[in-house]
């Protein structure tokens, strides 16, 4: 499948919002502005309102899986979902959180990289089940607790977060967000 090349829903400029949504706009505004995925959604302000709640709460620290390895997870999601922007914001986003330039480019060939350890093989295998299946294997669901060490609240955490960014990469790639300024398209997405 390829992406659209063009906004199918265009990002909204600050003159060209009503007062509402210049009102829930405000709080996704950052340093260097609003970036395209919020200016696409605040056509549907009370959608991209609930959709920031939960957004914060999957990349908050009441998240208990470890924002580096909350990394893996998205990243893995977007290179799966073939989604250019999520991948493009969360390579610069794993980076400030932790990761390494190898272990983001090694995201792309997944749990089967030899150089994973067992508890990232688990991490990454969870996200190719849930997006191949939906679910988690009763093995898959068994490493993350003794690979991984993670107790239920974080295996929840973990499901919650790739349903999450498989969501945001549905909702980038079917509106045609662009990604944004200062952003780099990797040719082995998509």
């Given at each position: 499948?390829?992406?659209?090349?063009?906004?199918?829903?265009?990002?909204?400029?600050?003159?060209?919002?009503?007062e509402?949504?210049?009102?829930?706009?405000?709080r996704?505004?950052?340093p260097?502005?609003?970036?395209?995925?919020?200016?696409?959604?605040?056509?549907?302000?009370?959608?991209?309102?609930?959709?920031g709640?939960?957004?914060?709460?999957?990349?908050?620290?009441?998240?208990?899986?470890?924002?580096?390895?909350?990394?893996?997870?998205?990243?893995?999601?977007?290179?799966?979902?073939?989604?250019?922007y999520?991948?493009?914001?969360?390579?610069?986003?794993?980076?400030?959180m932790?990761?390494?330039?190898?272990?983001?480019?090694?995201?792309?060939?997944?749990?089967?990289?030899?150089?994973?350890?067992?508890?990232?093989?688990?991490?990454?295998?969870?996200?190719?089940?849930?997006?191949?299946?939906?679910?988690?294997?009763?093995?898959?669901?068994?490493?993350?607790?003794?690979?991984?060490?993670?107790?239920?609240?974080?295996?929840?955490?973990?499901?919650?977060?790739?349903?999450?960014?498989?969501?945001?990469?549905?909702?980038?790639?079917?509106?045609?967000?662009?990604?944004?300024?200062?952003?780099?398209?990797?040719?082995?997405?998509?």
């Amino acid at each position: 499948m390829v992406l659209p090349t063009e906004p199918r829903i265009p990002p909204l400029s600050d003159d060209e919002l009503d007062e509402d949504q210049t009102a829930v706009l405000e709080r996704f505004r950052s340093p260097t502005g609003i970036f395209n995925i919020f200016r696409t959604l605040v056509h549907s302000p009370k959608a991209l309102k609930g959709f920031g709640s939960w957004g914060n709460y999957v990349l908050s620290d009441r998240n208990t899986i470890p924002a580096d390895r909350r990394e893996l997870l998205i990243l893995r999601t977007g290179f799966i979902c073939g989604s250019m922007y999520e991948w493009s914001q969360h390579v610069i986003i794993g980076q400030f959180m932790g990761l390494t330039v190898d272990e983001i480019e090694r995201v792309k060939a997944g749990p089967d990289d030899p150089a994973w350890t067992a508890a990232d093989r688990a991490l990454l295998r969870a996200v190719d089940e849930l997006h191949a299946g939906q679910q988690l294997s009763d093995e898959t669901w068994t490493a993350l607790a003794d690979d991984a060490d993670l107790d239920d609240r974080q295996r929840m955490d973990l499901v919650f977060t790739v349903g999450h960014y498989t969501m945001v990469a549905m909702m980038l790639n079917s509106f045609g967000v662009q990604l944004d300024d200062g952003l780099e398209p990797d040719p082995d997405v998509a």
